[in-house]
């Protein structure tokens, strides 16, 4: 019963720019996120144990997260330098849930 119409060249012509800028901003944005990763991976964390405490000491709720964000590092690495701290007993739980665990300095 009558099919599409075909489109004018003026309509081609518009899609088809359309199309290479979508690829262009694709591109440029997979690039930029590539040397955010790249940004990330390269933090090194050499600092003591007591330097660590007090650039975490001014935060409300330390999380795994907040740490992560601090240090601009992944939560993973974020993680295991919140479980040596409770360890050493400079830091402890006081709240939170399923992996989700809120800390506190211990003595400040």
């Not at 992944?74 to 739980?93: F, H, M, T, Y």
């Amino acid at each position: 019963m009558g099919g599409v119409k075909k489109k004018p060249l003026s309509a081609i012509e518009k899609a088809q720019r359309r199309r290479e800028e979508e690829e262009k901003r694709k591109r440029k944005g997979a690039a930029a996120t590539t040397a955010k990763a790249k940004e990330q991976t390269q933090v090194d964390l050499s600092l003591s144990d007591d330097e660590i405490i007090k650039q975490i000491a001014p935060l409300k709720a330390v999380t795994i997260y907040s740490v992560a964000r601090m240090f601009n590092i992944k939560a993973s690495v974020a993680n295991q330098i919140i479980r040596s701290l409770v360890e050493k007993g400079k830091l402890e739980k006081v709240g939170g849930f399923s992996g989700h665990y809120v800390y506190k300095v211990v003595g400040a």
